[in-house]
């Protein structure tokens, strides 16, 4: 099947760390995706990790990927206000044509 | 120097109109696609150009349709536009197979 999930709301305090996770399905996903939707903005790629890597750090990001479980997680250390954002994960699948299947986004509020 | 992007950034029109909207990318790549964000965030494919060929379109109503002149562009027409068609509509593209989506900033339409 096709479904990407992830918790809808997610609130730290500025200077702790986040995680948001997410749980897909298809199996055969040989990319996994991170993406951040700022207000009024469109899609921006954080970060992406390949089906046979188990972890990805890029400065304060670490994606963690669990491939029997099917799970994925972005861990934002030391988390600013600036981070607020809604977070998607996303899986690429290939049904005759490649396409990205998003969650429906984690709703990051930083307190300051 | 704008990677991906779609005009116009706002539609405001009424019911049973039809109306465009055209997505542009210079980035080079072979594969465009419509993804309608609704209210609640969520993001679901539309449609998939690669080079100009039709190869995703799903199950939207045939009220929309896609033209792809080039491979660097893939426009949106909408016929006797309905209320439940407000969203926001985004365009996007990827030069390969699952490699990483480049989003426009996305058309709000507001059918009244």
């Known amino acids: 099947g096709e479904d990407v999930e992830q918790s809808l709301f997610l609130s730290v305090r500025e200077g702790d760390s986040s995680v948001i996770n997410c749980t897909y399905t298809d199996s055969s996903s040989t990319y996994l995706y991170w993406y951040k939707q700022e207000p009024g903005a469109g899609l921006q790629l954080l970060t992406y990790?390949?089906?046979?890597?188990d972890m990805k750090q890029d400065q304060r990001l670490t994606v963690l990927l669990n491939k029997k479980d099917k799970h994925l997680s972005l861990r934002i250390a030391d988390t600013q206000t600036g981070d607020s954002a809604i977070y998607f994960c996303a899986e690429s699948i290939n049904t005759g044509g490649f396409k990205t299947i998003f969650g429906a986004g984690t709703r990051l509020f930083v307190k300051a | 120097d704008t990677a991906v992007s779609q005009t116009p950034k706002y539609l405001v029109t009424q019911m049973g109109n039809d109306k465009s909207i055209k997505c542009e990318q210079n980035?080079?790549?072979?594969?465009m696609y419509w993804y309608k964000q609704d209210s609640k965030k969520f993001l679901k494919i539309m449609f998939s150009y690669n080079n100009k060929e039709l190869i995703i379109n799903e199950t939207v109503p045939n009220r929309f349709s896609p033209k792809s002149p080039d491979k660097a562009h893939l426009n949106l027409h909408i016929n006797s536009l309905e209320l439940g068609d407000s969203a926001v509509y985004f365009c996007a593209s990827r030069s390969e197979g699952n490699s990483p989506l480049h989003f426009g900033n996305g058309t709000r339409l507001t059918v009244t």
């Open positions: 990790i390949f089906s046979n890597m």
């Open positions: 980035l080079g790549h072979d594969t």
